[in-house]
């Protein structure tokens, strides 16, 4: 099975996976990549973009050959802002997508905390994103009042 967890930074993504996940299955975590190819004292988040480049594509090649064997072992993927063709795709996969939001003044609170105070624009997006989706989902009214 294919789990596509999403959800704003600093949220809880990766806790939510290590919950769920068991030592069998797959994680597919752009930080925890990054971790792996970096040296020691590397910050845990806030990485070099030469490495994150490294991470992105080691990240893409993990997913096309874990998509591959998603029916032998659970496949954990966190995607935190996936497109509505990457949406598609999990989709068509059979995913499961998880969203993991403790709520907007909570994440901004740890982005302060733990992040990049960059991050805090990925969190802004992140909510515009689901509120204007959102008003998409809504049904529109049958008559003019």
Do not use: C
Not at 35 to 55: E, K, S
Request: no cysteine; glycine share 4%; charged share 25%.
């Amino acid at each position: 099975m294919l789990y596509v967890i999403t959800g704003p930074p600093a949220a809880g993504k990766s806790t939510w996976i290590d919950a769920h996940a068991t030592a069998r299955d797959i994680v597919i975590d752009l930080d925890r990549i990054t971790r792996a190819l970096t040296g020691p004292g590397a910050p845990t988040w806030n990485q070099d973009p030469v490495q994150l480049r490294v991470a992105h594509r080691a990240r893409y090649a993990a997913m096309h050959e874990a998509f591959e064997v998603r029916d032998k072992v659970d496949v954990y993927l966190i995607h935190t802002m996936p497109t509505g063709k990457a949406l598609a795709r999990y989709k068509r996969l059979g995913a499961r997508i998880v969203v993991v939001d403790p709520g907007r003044d909570i994440v901004m609170a740890r982005i302060d905390a733990m992040r990049d105070p960059d991050m805090q624009r990925v969190a802004t997006r992140w909510y515009r994103s689901r509120s204007s989706r959102s008003r998409e989902a809504m049904p529109q009214s049958s008559r003019s009042w």
